[in-house]
């Protein structure tokens, strides 16, 4: 079975997994038993850049 590489950095572990799949590694990953919560501050912090992002545009045609 293949094993997940050791990454130097988050961009090269984002570039291999633009390229592969983790469905050509099943070994390397369990189950989780209890469900991930983000943070509600940080929900916040997202939601209010996003907002931050949004601006309206008028085309005249």
Known sequence: MKKIPK???EED???FWDT???LD???EFTD???P???DP???RKVAKRR???KRSLTLRI
């Open 20 to 22: 592969h799949s983790p």
């Open 32 to 34: 989780v038993k209890e």
């Open 13 to 15: 572990e984002a570039r």
């Open 25 to 27: 590694y099943p070994t």
């Open 51 to 53: 907002e931050e992002r």
């Open 41 to 43: 501050a940080l929900i």
């Open 7 to 9: 990454f130097k950095s």
């Open 36 to 38: 991930f919560k983000f």
